[in-house]
């Protein structure tokens, strides 16, 4: 079975501030997919990322990153000078990548809720 | 290009009234997910469909439930009859292929009296 566990149920920072979600996984699948989703205020899920588990290499987009470590199972998600419009709700998911009736099926994690204040 | 579009955007109905709700992926996407998000149990995958073929619908809640994909382009989900507790938001996502990242419709708001 996959879980993806996001600690942090909900992070307030003021603008500016750096911010660092974190999400967990567990799977018992060897090659897997990671992502990140975003939910803003008016509901739509907005895709972010996907990481395959072969690349373990970090990735930067403007002012997000990533860390991808399978040591840890993690694959957290970083918001460099956060601003007003990251207020959202983020969410991390895992997907198996391989055949089988779960390939393609996507576990997400319960969501942290990021409010930036100005 | 367009995305997913799903329909309606917002239903209000009564208890054992039968809800549809449509969904059309992304073109030239051969998978298509249902999933509902509550407060209490977040993003579920309800049911999801591979070149129009039901794959997995371990996640449909009961008989009243029932999805289908009549061709490459549509899908509906029905709800008969309806109850309060199926009060939620249903999102439609595609992708191409089906491992791959999935792109999600706006969703459908529902919400039964």
């Known amino acids: 079975a996959q879980k993806v566990t996001q600690a942090q149920t909900e992070i307030s920072v003021v603008e500016k501030e750096d911010v660092t979600l974190d999400c967990v996984y567990e799977?018992?699948?060897?090659?897997?997919?990671l992502f990140w989703y975003k939910q803003p205020p008016s509901g739509e899920l907005v895709f972010l990322i996907r990481?395959?588990?072969?690349?373990?290499q970090n990735e930067i987009s403007g002012r997000y990153s990533w860390n991808f470590q399978k040591s840890t199972s993690s694959f957290n998600f970083t918001i460099t000078a956060s601003q007003v419009v990251d207020s959202a709700v983020y969410f991390c998911?895992?997907?198996?990548?391989?055949?089988?009736?779960?390939?393609?099926?996507?576990?997400f994690g319960q969501g942290t809720i990021l409010t930036v204040h100005p | 290009d367009a995305g997913v579009i799903q329909s309606p955007r917002h239903e209000v109905t009564e208890m054992g009234q039968e809800v549809t709700l449509r969904c059309k992926p992304i073109?030239?996407?051969?998978?298509l997910f249902w999933y509902r998000q509550t407060m209490m149990r977040g993003l579920e995958l309800l049911i999801y469909?591979?070149?129009?073929?039901?794959?997995?619908d371990s996640g449909m809640p009961e008989d009243r439930f029932s999805a289908k994909m009549p061709n490459a382009s549509f899908s509906t989900l029905k709800i008969q009859p309806s109850e309060p507790r199926d009060s939620a938001v249903y999102f439609c996502?595609?992708?191409?292929?089906?491992?791959?990242?999935?792109?999600f419709g706006p969703g459908t708001r529902l919400l039964v009296l």
């Open positions: 996502a595609s992708s191409a292929p089906r491992g791959e990242t999935q792109y």
């Open positions: 799977t018992r699948d060897t090659t897997y997919y």
């Open positions: 990481r395959n588990s072969f690349d373990e």
């Open positions: 998911a895992l997907s198996p990548n391989a055949g089988g009736t779960s390939y393609g099926k996507l576990t």
């Open positions: 073109s030239g996407h051969n998978s």
């Open positions: 469909f591979n070149n129009n073929v039901p794959i997995d």
